[in-house]
């Protein structure tokens, strides 16, 4: 079975500051990664995604995130935070051989970025 | 532009009342989908579809219908049975060739309440 933490329900963050939004997963063989942004009452928006090669993926907003194997993580970052970061943020994640098997989603973490 | 068109955007349900929600791509997609997201809860998938005629059942499908006749199209049916209606639906898609790549395309949501 799929599953995805996100042990953090709301992160805090002062502007200008890095900020982490954790996720850890679990699948069977090599899993497909992703990190989507929510705002209020709006659809899930890409922000990145992790499929093979290089463990830092750079994706939209300046955000990246690091896939890392052995602890089974794939954590947002960004080196300095905006007020509009704010938002809610979703992990997800499905094995690679999974065939076409549905994303299975993390409960998401607010992200509050304090100016 | 292509996108997925969700509506209508806020819908009110009486007690003992069926209701339809409706999700149009025009992305020319394979599969969709359809979550359900509540506070603290994260997204829980209702059904998914891959292809015309055909949908599969995910977490938390009793008290939902859908059908898929065109590609185009997956409607999604609240029924009376499902005894707590009210939240936020997001319908997705994605192409089914490589899949990962892709991750999934969100439409913008239907908040429904129960009055």
């Known amino acids: 079975a799929q599953s995805v933490a996100q042990p953090e329900d709301q992160v805090n963050v002062a502007e200008g500051n890095p900020l982490t939004v954790k996720c850890t997963y679990s699948?069977?063989?090599?899993?497909?990664l992703f990190w989507y942004v929510q705002y209020p009452n709006r659809g899930l928006q890409f922000l990145l995604k992790y499929i093979t090669g290089d463990n830092l993926v750079k994706g939209s907003y300046g955000f990246e995130a690091e896939f890392n194997k052995s602890q089974t993580s794939f954590h947002l970052k960004k080196p300095s935070a905006l007020v509009s970061d704010s938002a809610l943020y979703f992990c997800?994640?499905?094995?690679?051989?999974?065939?076409?098997?549905?994303?299975?989603f993390g409960k998401g973490t607010r992200l509050s970025v304090i100016a | 532009d292509g996108g997925i068109t969700q509506s209508p955007k806020y819908l009110f349900r009486k007690e003992g009342q069926n209701v339809t929600l409706s999700c149009e791509q025009n992305?020319?997609?394979?599969?969709m989908y359809w979550y359900r997201q509540d506070p603290g809860q994260g997204l829980r998938l209702i059904y998914y579809?891959?292809?015309?005629?055909?949908?599969q059942k995910g977490d938390i499908a009793e008290g939902y219908s859908v059908s898929r006749e065109k590609k185009e199209s997956f409607p999604l049916t609240v029924t009376s049975a499902q005894k707590n209606p009210t939240a936020f639906y997001l319908c997705?898609?994605?192409?089914?060739?490589?899949?990962?790549?892709?991750?999934?395309?969100f439409g913008s949501g239907t908040r429904l309440t129960v009055v």
């Open positions: 699948v069977s063989g090599n899993p497909y």
């Open positions: 579809s891959q292809i015309v005629n055909d949908f």
């Open positions: 997705a898609s994605t192409p089914l060739t490589r899949p990962g790549d892709y991750g999934y395309t």
């Open positions: 992305l020319n997609h394979d599969a």
């Open positions: 997800a994640v499905r094995a690679l051989n999974s065939g076409n098997t549905p994303l299975v």
